[in-house]
């Protein structure tokens, strides 16, 4: 029986568009299976040592792509769809992922797992972000307080928080001060129009990640009418880089979670 009747086949020259699908893969052992991979990759740092850059993430040109012969090309969201649909019209089978949750990103594990033959792998690295999680939700059940968290994506318009980071927020010991905008999937879906409705809001902690340019706290502090918010009150102003926090792979929970977990703790011992 050959490989492809026992079922044993698996892609072997994947390029990957956006940095999670690395991450993960890396973490899976099936770095040898990245045929090329984006300019915006990030983690494994390794990576960008090892791997030919083919891609931007929302623009390419596809013959680049094309020139590393994959078999398998991962991009992630809307804005790599028309990237994705060049491909497929080139022949080339494509796998858009679109994780906007936790769910999301184990799901995206398991697949990537399953797409590289990797399943047990998978299971394991499953397993040890879970533990992550247990272990924050088991260190914020110690306080009987919960700070208001508001957490900034951009900063002009001002956009709050996605899904998983909302997630992480509550995980740790938070309340995400505009929850009721992170299940919009779309960046425009959570702009908050008028920046007095975050002081309105009085968030205990603010938390700046600006995808693709490093947070500005003064510039925060100095918005007009913020300096009565508790967060900018009592030194409750902090950022956590983009590459930790905004891109939905396993470094949200491994790196992202436990940042905000340590402004959680910080904030409840000032409350002492």
């Given at each position: 029986?050959?490989?492809?009747?026992s079922g044993q086949a698996c892609?072997?020259?994947?390029?990957?568009?956006?940095?999670?699908?690395?991450?993960?893969?890396?973490?899976?052992?099936?770095?040898?299976?990245?045929?090329?991979?984006?300019?915006?990759?990030?983690?494994?740092?390794?990576?960008?040592?090892?791997?030919?850059?083919?891609?931007?993430?929302?623009?390419?040109?596809?013959?680049?792509?094309?020139?590393?012969?994959?078999?398998?090309?991962?991009?992630?969201?809307?804005?790599?769809?028309?990237?994705?649909?060049?491909?497929?019209?080139?022949?080339?089978?494509?796998?858009?992922?679109?994780?906007?949750?936790?769910?999301?990103?184990?799901?995206?594990?398991?697949?990537?797992?399953?797409?590289?033959?990797?399943?047990?792998?998978?299971?394991?690295?499953?397993?040890?972000?879970?533990?992550?999680?247990?272990?924050?939700?088991?260190?914020?059940?110690?306080?009987?307080?919960?700070?208001?968290?508001?957490?900034?994506?951009?900063?002009?318009?001002?956009?709050?928080?996605?899904?998983?980071?909302?997630?992480?927020?509550?995980?740790?010991?938070?309340?995400?001060?505009f929850a009721e905008l992170a299940?919009?999937?779309?960046?425009?879906?959570?702009?908050?129009?008028?920046?007095?409705?975050?002081?309105?809001?009085?968030?205990?902690?603010?938390?700046?990640?600006?995808?693709?340019?490093?947070?500005?706290?003064?510039?925060?502090?100095?918005?007009?009418?913020?300096?009565?918010?508790?967060?900018?009150?009592?030194?409750?102003?902090?950022?956590?880089?983009?590459?930790?926090?905004?891109?939905?792979?396993?470094?949200?929970?491994?790196?992202?979670?436990?940042?905000?977990?340590?402004?959680?703790?910080?904030?409840?011992r000032a409350q002492l």
């Open positions: 029986m050959n490989e492809y009747a892609y072997r020259r994947i390029v990957c568009l956006c940095t999670e699908a690395v991450e993960t893969l890396y973490a899976l052992g099936a770095q040898d299976a990245i045929a090329g991979i984006s300019g915006f990759t990030t983690r494994p740092a390794r990576a960008r040592r090892e791997k030919p850059k083919v891609s931007g993430f929302s623009s390419s040109r596809i013959e680049r792509i094309l020139a590393v012969e994959p078999d398998l090309v991962i991009g992630f969201s809307d804005m790599q769809a028309e990237i994705c649909r060049d491909l497929a019209a080139a022949g080339v089978e494509v796998h858009l992922f679109n994780q906007r949750d936790i769910a999301g990103i184990f799901h995206m594990v398991r697949v990537l797992a399953m797409l590289v033959d990797r399943q047990e792998q998978g299971r394991e690295l499953l397993a040890g972000l879970q533990a992550h999680i247990d272990a924050a939700r088991l260190s914020a059940s110690r306080w009987t307080a919960r700070p208001r968290v508001y957490f900034e994506e951009w900063n002009d318009p001002l956009i709050s928080g996605i899904g998983w980071v909302s997630e992480l927020i509550s995980i740790a010991g938070g309340d995400d001060a299940s919009h999937a779309g960046a425009k879906e959570r702009i908050i129009a008028d920046p007095f409705e975050v002081v309105r809001r009085e968030p205990d902690i603010i938390i700046g990640s600006w995808c693709g340019k490093k947070f500005q706290p003064d510039s925060v502090r100095g918005r007009p009418g913020w300096d009565c918010i508790p967060a900018v009150r009592n030194g409750m102003v902090a950022e956590i880089k983009s590459a930790d926090i905004l891109s939905p792979g396993p470094s949200v929970i491994t790196e992202g979670l436990p940042q905000i977990a340590a402004l959680v703790e910080r904030w409840q």
